[in-house]
């Protein structure tokens, strides 16, 4: 070993930073008790401890510049009076290399150094707007472990990076990272008294070589996805193919940025958290990884302060709630959006339309057309936490007893319908219901204003097995079956053609409040509602139809664009009546279940009869002057024959019922001859 020499350190920034002639240490002892570095070499061999005195002691701040040291060739923890700890700003940590499951003893974990000199080739975060985000929730290790994933590194930062080609294929633009820094996924009750001992013993005995005593301790549980108090400045490492997390992690961010396609981080804090230090995490991840935002999570959050934070200025920053008066004060609205509501509110109303329960027209409206000048929106109809959009119409009950909990962990609301059966069927008519009901959740949410969200797997109906907390499942049950892709193609295809079409139409994401009134100069409102009848949406408690019209501008903003979307969640088929456009027709482009387009020429009205369950989109195709001149022609013959007395009172003849109508129809004549 190099011959080392202790000088003053600097207090700031606070953990292990790397010169060129050695590394200053800088750590916070609020006690009274001596403090200083343990080091080690390469594994778990102690190598030396140093101890700070008091001319290196600032406030509650020690600190050493430790020079004839290098970064290469040590790791190191820190220890106040008999208590040896982890660096709560180690860039990296060592020994947690290999995901652990089944039976472990306590592993020494050690600080290490990021030695990663990076080249970013001039990519840089995309700062996407809110509204033209297509956002995709995924865990690291769970999105690829499975073999149907196909990729060569599984559960890993790079194996993430395999399945770009797909991401971009569904149309994502911005992946949310359930916890990708470093945790412990072995839990235990508690630090027991034994442990306690071998800690004191350590330090005793601080230069020589320590065995454990005891045999190795089964973990309490594993937890699969780090919402829990970690080493907040470290990738994982187990999420690392390479060995070397910190460079795998940024080369995982630019081969995104290269691919249109931004990180938002997930970080939860507990409440005992210091709100300076999640502030100094954020910083850390912005300027070190070039993350393009945060959905933080926790009840203690600082979050005024990271919202106003100059640094911030340009990335999301994501939560349940924010104290807009204070972030933005005297009603002034931001030139940027980049604060965003993550909230439960549109999962749980859209939930229960698609079940058809009663009173919710209201709440769809609302949450169709729900935008804010101040915060993003975000809607999901799935997360983690709760059944997989699958299991939502599989499962009426949650099945978590794999968990080793009794079946009391997760949430009991669910606002779930099996559809006829609970779990696997073999029946066709439920396959096929539950198909469609997963089309039409989907159809919320990307015709929706707010900014959608997938959960990985998803779009191609991944099931969790009823399993609606799967945060210790390290298996089948809680990685992705990419095997969906083939069993479940038509609800893949049908994502997909959502998001292309979400995409190709402005009035269905436009950043702003919609207001119902004439603002493209098109003759129609930008939102409208209608039913039964044209223009006039029915919205008693009883009813669970409703349909939207949207007038915006094309994308060369030389046209209207006109797009009207049928939503029947009731068990029965329901007529709409088509608002009319001068010079257009309406075509059906999309939908969950065929539905007839019918013309009256006579009324000059179309209609749509719209399956049960299920959700019609059209939109307004301009005539050809052909098919202006042929519809003119028929209208101006059927003014003629009117006038002349030659029809009367024939309308419904031009109206071609569909076939169950018919049949309706023809039983009730049939009773009445009776």
């Given at each position: 070993?190099?011959?080392?020499?202790?000088?003053?350190?600097?207090?700031?920034?606070?953990?292990?930073?790397?010169?060129?002639?050695?590394?200053?240490?800088?750590?916070?002892?609020?006690?009274?008790?001596?403090?200083?570095?343990?080091?080690?070499?390469?594994?778990?061999?102690?190598?030396?401890?140093?101890?700070?005195?008091?001319?290196?002691?600032?406030?509650?701040?020690?600190?050493?510049?430790?020079?004839?040291?290098?970064?290469?060739?040590?790791?190191?923890?820190?220890?106040?009076?008999?208590?040896?700890?982890?660096?709560?700003?180690?860039?990296?940590?060592?020994?947690?290399?290999?995901?652990?499951?089944?039976?472990?003893?306590?592993?020494?974990?050690?600080?290490?150094?990021?030695?990663?000199?990076?080249?970013?080739?001039?990519?840089?975060?995309?700062?996407?707007?809110?509204?033209?985000?297509?956002?995709?929730?995924?865990?690291?290790?769970?999105?690829?472990?499975?073999?149907?994933?196909?990729?060569?590194?599984?559960?890993?930062?790079?194996?993430?990076?395999?399945?770009?080609?797909?991401?971009?294929?569904?149309?994502?633009?911005?992946?949310?990272?359930?916890?990708?820094?470093?945790?412990?996924?072995?839990?235990?009750?508690?630090?027991?008294?034994?442990?306690?001992?071998?800690?004191?013993?350590?330090?005793?005995?601080?230069?020589?070589?320590?065995?454990?005593?005891?045999?190795?301790?089964?973990?309490?549980?594993?937890?699969?996805?780090?919402?829990?108090?970690?080493?907040?400045?470290?990738?994982?490492?187990?999420?690392?193919?390479s060995g070397n997390p910190c460079e795998e992690f940024r080369s995982m961010v630019?081969?995104?940025?290269?691919?249109?396609?931004?990180?938002?981080?997930?970080?939860?804090?507990?409440?005992?958290?210091?709100?300076?230090?999640?502030?100094?995490?954020?910083?850390?991840?912005?300027?070190?990884?070039?993350?393009?935002?945060?959905?933080?999570?926790?009840?203690?959050?600082?979050?005024?302060?990271?919202?106003?934070?100059?640094?911030?200025?340009?990335?999301?920053?994501?939560?349940?709630?924010?104290?807009?008066?204070?972030?933005?004060?005297?009603?002034?609205?931001?030139?940027?959006?980049?604060?965003?509501?993550?909230?439960?509110?549109?999962?749980?109303?859209?939930?229960?339309?698609?079940?058809?329960?009663?009173?919710?027209?209201?709440?769809?409206?609302?949450?169709?057309?729900?935008?804010?000048?101040?915060?993003?929106?975000?809607?999901?109809?799935?997360?983690?936490?709760?059944?997989?959009?699958?299991?939502?119409?599989?499962?009426?009950?949650?099945?978590?007893?794999?968990?080793?909990?009794?079946?009391?962990?997760?949430?009991?609301?669910?606002?779930?319908?099996?559809?006829?059966?609970?779990?696997?069927?073999?029946?066709?008519?439920?396959?096929?219901?539950?198909?469609?009901?997963?089309?039409?959740?989907?159809?919320?949410?990307?015709?929706?204003?707010?900014?959608?969200?997938?959960?990985?797997?998803?779009?191609?109906?991944?099931?969790?097995?009823?399993?609606?907390?799967?945060?210790?499942?390290?298996?089948?049950?809680?990685?992705?079956?990419?095997?969906?892709?083939?069993?479940?193609?038509?609800?893949?295809?049908?994502?997909?053609?959502?998001?292309?079409?979400?995409k190709n139409h402005n009035i269905l994401h436009l950043g702003e409040p919609l207001?119902?009134?004439?603002?493209?100069?098109?003759?129609?409102?930008?939102?409208?509602?209608?039913?039964?009848?044209?223009?006039?949406?029915?919205?008693?408690?009883?009813?669970?139809?409703?349909?939207?019209?949207?007038?915006?501008?094309?994308?060369?903003?030389?046209?209207?664009?006109?797009?009207?979307?049928?939503?029947?969640?009731?068990?029965?088929?329901?007529?709409?009546?088509?608002?009319?456009?001068?010079?257009?027709?309406?075509?059906?482009?999309?939908?969950?279940?065929?539905?007839?387009?019918?013309?009256?020429?006579?009324?000059?009205?179309?209609?749509?009869?719209?399956?049960?369950?299920?959700?019609?989109?059209?939109?307004?195709?301009?005539?050809?002057?052909?098919?202006?001149?042929?519809?003119?022609?028929?209208?101006?013959?059927?003014?003629?024959?009117?006038?002349?007395?030659?029809?009367?009172?024939?309308?419904?003849?031009?109206?071609?019922?569909?076939?169950?109508?018919?049949?309706?129809?023809?039983?009730?004549?049939?009773?009445?001859?009776?």
């Amino acid at each position: 070993m190099k011959r080392t020499k202790i000088k003053n350190g600097q207090p700031y920034p606070l953990g292990a930073s790397v010169r060129e002639d050695g590394i200053n240490f800088s750590m916070v002892n609020s006690s009274n008790k001596e403090c200083g570095i343990v080091f080690y070499r390469k594994g778990i061999e102690q190598k030396e401890r140093i101890l700070f005195d008091q001319k290196h002691r600032i406030g509650n701040i020690c600190c050493a510049f430790v020079e004839g040291i290098t970064a290469s060739n040590c790791e190191y923890n820190f220890f106040i009076g008999d208590h040896i700890f982890i660096d709560p700003y180690a860039k990296r940590i060592v020994g947690n290399e290999k995901w652990r499951s089944g039976e472990f003893e306590h592993l020494l974990l050690r600080g290490g150094f990021d030695n990663c000199v990076f080249d970013w080739q001039d990519t840089a975060p995309l700062h996407l707007p809110y509204q033209q985000s297509i956002m995709y929730c995924l865990n690291v290790r769970s999105f690829t472990r499975h073999s149907s994933s196909k990729v060569t590194k599984k559960g890993t930062f790079e194996g993430l990076t395999e399945k770009i080609p797909y991401l971009k294929e569904l149309g994502v633009n911005s992946i949310e990272l359930m916890p990708a820094y470093e945790f412990e996924e072995c839990e235990w009750d508690e630090t027991d008294i034994a442990t306690r001992q071998q800690i004191a013993y350590q330090v005793a005995h601080i230069d020589e070589k320590l065995q454990l005593d005891q045999e190795p301790k089964r973990a309490k549980r594993l937890n699969c996805w780090g919402y829990k108090e970690a080493f907040y400045f470290a990738p994982k490492a187990s999420y690392s193919a390479s060995g070397n997390p910190c460079e795998e992690f940024r080369s995982m961010v630019r081969k995104l940025h290269k691919n249109g396609i931004e990180v938002i981080m997930q970080f939860y804090f507990p409440e005992h958290i210091k709100q300076g230090y999640i502030l100094e995490i954020i910083k850390h991840w912005v300027l070190e990884y070039q993350i393009d935002g945060v959905h933080l999570k926790g009840s203690r959050l600082p979050l005024t302060l990271i919202a106003t934070e100059p640094l911030f200025a340009d990335i999301k920053i994501i939560c349940e709630n924010f104290y807009l008066h204070e972030i933005y004060p005297n009603g002034v609205n931001p030139s940027v959006r980049t604060l965003g509501y993550y909230r439960d509110e549109f999962m749980c109303d859209m939930r229960r339309y698609l079940k058809g329960d009663q009173d919710m027209l209201k709440s769809f409206q609302y949450h169709m057309r729900n935008t804010n000048p101040k915060c993003g929106v975000i809607n999901y109809i799935a997360n983690y936490y709760g059944f997989t959009l699958n299991d939502l119409v599989s499962y009426e009950r949650k099945h978590n007893e794999l968990n080793g909990e009794g079946n009391t962990d997760g949430t009991d609301y669910n606002l779930s319908w099996n559809c006829g059966a609970e779990g696997p069927s073999r029946k066709k008519a439920v396959r096929q219901l539950r198909h469609k009901q997963m089309k039409n959740a989907l159809g919320f949410l990307f015709t929706a204003q707010g900014t959608p969200l997938l959960y990985a797997g998803d779009e191609f109906g991944n099931s969790q097995y009823g399993n609606n907390n799967c945060y210790c499942q390290d298996n089948e049950t809680g990685w992705v079956n990419w095997n969906g892709l083939s069993t479940n193609a038509d609800v893949f295809a049908f994502a997909k053609e959502l998001i292309s079409f979400r995409k190709n139409h402005n009035i269905l994401h436009l950043g702003e409040p919609l207001t119902m009134l004439d603002r493209f100069g098109q003759g129609y409102p930008d939102l409208s509602y209608h039913g039964e009848e044209a223009w006039k949406a029915q919205l008693e408690s009883y009813n669970r139809h409703i349909g939207i019209m949207y007038c915006g501008k094309n994308e060369s903003a030389d046209e209207g664009d006109y797009v009207y979307i049928a939503y029947n969640m009731h068990w029965n088929a329901h007529r709409f009546a088509l608002p009319s456009i001068a010079n257009h027709k309406w075509v059906s482009v999309i939908c969950t279940e065929e539905n007839l387009v019918i013309s009256d020429v006579e009324r000059n009205t179309e209609y749509i009869d719209v399956a049960p369950r299920s959700i019609s989109i059209l939109i307004g195709r301009m005539l050809s002057e052909e098919e202006r001149k042929q519809k003119n022609s028929l209208m101006i013959k059927d003014n003629t024959l009117q006038k002349t007395g030659v029809i009367q009172n024939k309308r419904c003849a031009v109206t071609s019922a569909p076939e169950n109508t018919t049949k309706n129809n023809q039983k009730n004549k049939s009773k009445k001859g009776k």
